[in-house]
């Protein structure tokens, strides 16, 4: 897990544990970001791991969580780690919404029942839309396709975010 990916996940657990400091055993106390990275050691754990440890420990109730939502983290989390699809690489490379674009592309094959049949029956669909060389365009299956499409606009969301923080910034 790269330290951008471990500092994200950290910054989630410490909001969830601040979210939960009303129902957590009394006593425990809301933990920062680098307590939970040193109490779990996110240096090779995924954020599914990341977030199973702190149900465990209690600074996490998952049961609030589908495995569509754990999913779609985890995803964005090994686009970063093993792709190495970096915020600041999506700053930088991708600010005209290619990662929507993207997205768009791994939806519409997440909606058909065989994904290859988007590439060969639709296939100007994927070619007009897909931001990149084609053959990164991958689709497996459905629940895949809208687990990669989700995290495709999980990572749009925050780029635009991060711009807007740094229009806002740079006014100031």
């Known amino acids: 897990m790269t330290d951008t990916t471990a500092c994200k996940v950290t910054r989630l657990l410490s909001q969830w544990s601040l979210e939960y400091r009303d129902v957590m055993a009394p006593g425990v106390p809301v933990l920062t970001c680098g307590e939970i990275a040193d109490a779990v050691e ?10 199973q440890e702190s149900s465990t420990r209690g600074w996490v109730d998952l049961d609030g969580y589908s495995q ?17 699809w970096s915020p600041a690489h999506d700053d930088e490379v991708n600010a005209s919404g290619e990662l929507a674009w993207a997205a768009a592309c791994y ?45 495709l606009l999980i990572a749009e969301i925050e780029r635009l975010d991060r711009a807007q923080q740094s229009t806002a910034a740079a006014k100031e």
């Open 107 to 151: 939806a519409i094959a997440g909606g058909e029942p065989n994904p290859a049949a988007v590439v060969i029956s639709q296939k100007d669909i994927p070619h007009a839309l897909w931001p990149w060389p084609l053959a990164g365009f991958k689709p497996k299956d459905r629940r895949s396709d809208l687990v990669r499409a989700a995290a």
């Open 68 to 84: 569509a939502e754990i999913d779609v983290l985890d995803e964005r989390a090994r686009q970063v780690d093993d792709e190495g």
């Open 42 to 51: 996110l240096k090779s754990v995924t954020i599914l791991q990341a977030m």
